[in-house]
């Protein structure tokens, strides 16, 4: 399933759905014709054991499965032309996001840093978080924004010391991140928060693929571009922790739950580590490319 968030015209909360037809169309599982109810909260359609995403998925196979039930769906208006949705990001205000730092050996390496023996953890606000094609803003005060491509995992289930052999099963999917970061903040702080976490800094999306249309989060190729160039090629076996590690690493300390982000960090091609340093200008657009996930796509602008 290709998970999405989106809106429709007039629509004041975000709906929730799946890609049909090759991407074109969105089945809303939130449509009267669907008979699912609203759950309380919105992060209850991430819950792999929780009767919303059970019967979203139950829908969807039905849907696909028998032409008949397909067109009275679509009869219905529960089956949208995507261009006429707005897509949100897949969790747009995730309950935590847990980032990982220099979890590629040549991302440390690029640094200057060693690589670390144990993973090193941090968050990012959850109003960090914004979707595919919104612009990221750049605060008038930043002088040194940096891009950086991750695979992001999206938890389904609830946990906490999960055993590393159990790990995915709390996955509900993948999707990817730009862990934008402001390296001058970051360096004047001598710690993450302020400059990982400004409004903007967290662009996701477009779509969550869930795990059983990924196989292997640790063989995908993972790509970066920066206005068309290629700043970062490589792939996330080069991850030091892969994602079931990092998940039995931070359940020992901290209760995952249903829509919480873990970000998985970044390869080497950073703008802070070139030679000169290149760093995101007004005008940028920036494209993250994961296989199997798509592409996030984000304009850049400057605050002021």
């Known amino acids: 399933m290709k998970f999405v968030t989106f809106r429709r015209a007039g629509d004041r909360r975000g709906r929730f759905g799946a890609l049909v037809e090759g991407g074109r169309r ?3 599982f939130s449509h009267p014709a669907g008979d699912i109810p609203a759950p309380a909260r919105d992060l209850d359609w991430f819950d792999l054991a929780g009767p919303y995403f059970q019967s979203a998925s139950a829908l969807l196979a039905s849907a696909l499965a028998d032409d008949e039930t397909f067109s009275e769906l679509d009869r219905r208006g ?10 949100l990001a897949p969790v747009p205000r995730p309950g935590k996001i847990v980032a990982v730092g220099l979890n590629y050996r040549d991302h440390a390496e690029e640094t200057g840093r060693p ?7 941090f968050s990012k ?8 094609g919104h612009p990221i803003e750049i605060p008038a005060d930043c002088e040194r924004p940096d891009y950086e491509a991750e695979l992001a995992v999206v938890i389904g289930r609830r946990g ?7 790990a995915l099963d709390h996955v509900l999917g993948y999707t990817m991140m730009n862990d934008v970061t402001a390296r001058d903040f970051q360096a004047a702080d001598g710690q993450f928060q302020r400059g990982k976490s400004c409004d903007t800094f967290a662009p996701m999306g477009p779509y969550i693929a869930t795990t059983e249309t990924v196989r292997d989060p640790q063989r995908l190729a993972i790509r970066l571009r920066l206005n068309g160039r290629v ?16 998940i039995a690493f931070i359940s020992r300390y901290a209760t995952l739950e249903p829509g919480d982000v873990i970000a ?3 390869p080497a091609g950073v703008g802070v580590a070139r030679t ?7 005008g940028d657009h920036v494209e993250v490319e994961i296989e199997s996930l798509g592409v996030l796509r984000n304009p850049v602008v400057r605050a002021d």
């Open 26 to 28: 969105i089945l809303d």
């Open 78 to 87: 529960a089956i949208v032309d995507e261009r006429q949705a707005d897509l």
């Open 115 to 121: 690589v670390p023996n144990r993973p090193v953890l």
């Open 125 to 132: 606000y959850p109003s960090c978080v914004v979707p595919s």
């Open 160 to 166: 906490r010391a999960i055993r590393t052999e159990d």
């Open 231 to 246: 700043m970062q090629d490589a792939n996330t076996s080069g991850m030091v922790f892969g994602v079931r590690e990092l």
């Open 264 to 266: 998985t960090g970044t």
């Open 276 to 282: 000169p340093p290149v760093f995101l200008a007004d």
